[in-house]
Every structure is written in structure tokens, then in C-alpha cells.
């Protein structure tokens, strides 16, 4: 079945700092989500994304849809600690929409 | 607006037990999915109700079973419990069978032992 890449796997920086993650696919999406998820909670999302090469914002969050439709990118600027959790990508095709399929994530620890 | 609301928060079960976890959909929300969460990795797709119907089913075995009443809440039911299913079980609405934008719970954690 379809398989997501997320990297990097883990990402500690200091506060302020901007972070970048993207996320990877052997197969195409119609559509990429971007979810975050903390301790103990199910993942919120924060960004979609529906056409390819489409640029998207959501606060100090930017998330782009790739041009071959096979990879995702998520930027965060300034960091702050409550930006710690862990970042999902999703991907969605419209043959069976409503069906997402998840990476393993990226867990940001943002020091002060 | 009441979100995505699951019960219980936590369950403890023996191996080849049965269990059943529920879940009450965001406000104005048709359509429940269920995803499987296991330790430090990403949500699995287990299978996703609309119209009282199973619509999508993901790659589990029968031993996963579910159920949506006519107020859209859902029950996933899980039999002969394995070590394996061991994991955070996510309820995810949307609105419409095809909705792409999912709204999840804070899930159910269920141990076998």
C-alpha cells in the first residue's frame, strides 16, 4: 500500500528558530494535510492542501503542495515552545476520499 | 460546540477478549472514521461509516468490526483481543462521505495483557 516518509524523525532547536519538515510519498495524492499532535490528545489539523504547488498559511505555519504530487513541505517561523508535539502529514486520493493515509510523524522539542 | 467526544479514556483487557469503544461525532458532523495508533507511529486507517453504512475499510482483519446509529454515533468492536492491538484508537468526523478535512478525538487507549 501507499507509504508516507516524514523526515526528520526528530528535531530540537531553540526557540525563535524557523523549522522546516517535509514528507515524502512512492505514489501520488490528490490531497496533503498537515496534523499536529500533543501528549495525550488526538492530531488537530492545521493546514490542507488541494491543488499541486499550492503555497498555504496558517499563522507563522506554511505548508506546500509538492509539483509532482508525491511529496509536502511544512515551514514553522519563530518558533515557540508551545510549537513542541509531534507533526503529521497526511495524504488523501480522491479515489477513495476520506481515507488518510499517515506518515510517522516528526517530534519537535523547542528549548528556550 | 461540542467536539469529538470518546469513551472510555482508557481500558485495560485480557488477550482474546472482546471490547467495544464509542464515539460521539463533532456537532453537525455525519460521517465517523476510526484509526489505530500505535506507539510512535502515525494513524492507520481502520474503517470509515456514513449513512449507517461501512464505506472504506482500511487493511485490518474481521476481528474489526463497527456500527454508526442514526444520531452518527459509532462503535468500533474488537474480538478475540491480541498483544498486538495494543494501541490509541482514534475517532475521527467530518462532514459528508467524502469529507477530505478530519476533526479526531483525544482517542481511547486500550492495553491487552
Known amino acids: 500500500g501507499q507509504q508516507l516518509n516524514q523526515s526528520p524523525q526528530s528535531m530540537f532547536i531553540q526557540e525563535g528558530e524557523d523549522v522546516s519538515m517535509n514528507c515524502t510519498s512512492s505514489?501520488?495524492?490528490?490531497?496533503w494535510l498537515w496534523y499536529k499532535q500533543d501528549p495525550g490528545e488526538g492530531p488537530v489539523l492545521l493546514i490542507a492542501l488541494y491543488k499541486a504547488g499550492e503555497l498555504t498559511s496558517n499563522g507563522r505555519l506554511t505548508a506546500q503542495f509538492g509539483i509532482t504530487r508525491k511529496d509536502s513541505f511544512l515551514n514553522i517561523s519563530a518558533s515557540i515552545p508551545s510549537d513542541v508535539g509531534i507533526y503529521f502529514c497526511a495524504g488523501q486520493n480522491y479515489t477513495n476520499a476520506g481515507k488518510s493515509t499517515f506518515g510517522d510523524g516528526t517530534t519537535l522539542t523547542v528549548k528556550p | 460546540d461540542a467536539g469529538v467526544t470518546q469513551s472510555p479514556t482508557h481500558l485495560i483487557k485480557t488477550r482474546g477478549q472482546q471490547v467495544t469503544l464509542r464515539c460521539s461525532p463533532k456537532?453537525?458532523?455525519?460521517?465517523v472514521s476510526w484509526y489505530q495508533q500505535a506507539l510512535g507511529q502515525g494513524p492507520q486507517f481502520i474503517f470509515q461509516y456514513y449513512e449507517e453504512e461501512e464505506r472504506q475499510r482500511g487493511n485490518f482483519p474481521d476481528r474489526f468490526s463497527g456500527h454508526q446509529f442514526p444520531n452518527y454515533s459509532s462503535e468500533l468492536n474488537v474480538n478475540a483481543l491480541l498483544l498486538g492491538d495494543s494501541a490509541l484508537y482514534l475517532c475521527?468526523?467530518?462532514?459528508?462521505?467524502?469529507?477530505?478535512?478530519?476533526?479526531f478525538g483525544p482517542g481511547t487507549r486500550l492495553t491487552v495483557t
Open positions: 456537532s453537525g458532523h455525519d460521517t
Open positions: 475521527a468526523s467530518s462532514l459528508g462521505g467524502l469529507a477530505v478535512e478530519q476533526y
Open positions: 505514489s501520488i495524492f490528490n490531497t
